[in-house]
């Protein structure tokens, strides 16, 4: 094997089809868009159009509505959180915070704050901060010598108080 005998696989490297060079090209004329119409013109969607027939979004009922103080929380078990203090990601002597989550790698990211569920069981004694938690995610954490502090969900600049 030598440096000149490296090549790609047959096949691999493809050079694109310059359209429009000619009749005899194969690619000319019409450039593969065919005759006229909407479709052969530039900057044209026709997503959604059923020729004419009512289209499927407008035949099917409106539905519900998006809550735009919506607050969307990143959740975390008391499972996931033991299996984290066992592994030495987060330390159980300091509080817990969404952002000590964070940074440990346990939560991707901190969204609009953390809420504690409770699947599974605690067994260390801990101090979190959380902006919400379950009657037995709390009761789970105090039963093992810890306890909850429930902040308040962090307010947008200009609401008013």
Do not use: W, Y
Not at 56 to 61: A, D
Not at 79 to 106: C, F, M, P
Not at 144 to 155: D, E, T, Y
Request: proline share 2%.
């Amino acid at each position: 094997m030598k440096l000149s005998d490296i090549a790609d696989n047959a096949g691999s490297r493809k050079k694109r089809m310059r359209v429009g060079r000619g009749i005899g090209s194969g690619k000319g004329k019409t450039s593969g868009r065919g005759g006229k119409g909407q479709t052969a013109r530039s900057g044209v969607r026709i997503k959604g159009f059923e020729g004419g027939q009512m289209p499927m979004h407008r035949r099917l009922p409106k539905r519900g509505f998006n809550n735009i103080f919506r607050l969307d929380f990143a959740e975390i078990n008391l499972d996931r959180l033991q299996e984290a203090i066992d592994n030495k990601l987060v330390d159980a002597s300091a509080t817990v915070t969404v952002e000590t989550l964070v940074k440990a790698g346990v939560l991707r990211r901190a969204k609009d704050g953390l809420r504690l569920l409770g699947r599974g069981e605690i067994k260390t004694k801990l101090t979190i901060e959380a902006h919400g938690a379950s009657k037995s995610a709390i009761a789970a954490v105090e039963k093992a010598g810890g306890s909850v502090k429930i902040l308040a969900p962090a307010k947008d600049e200009g609401e008013a108080a």
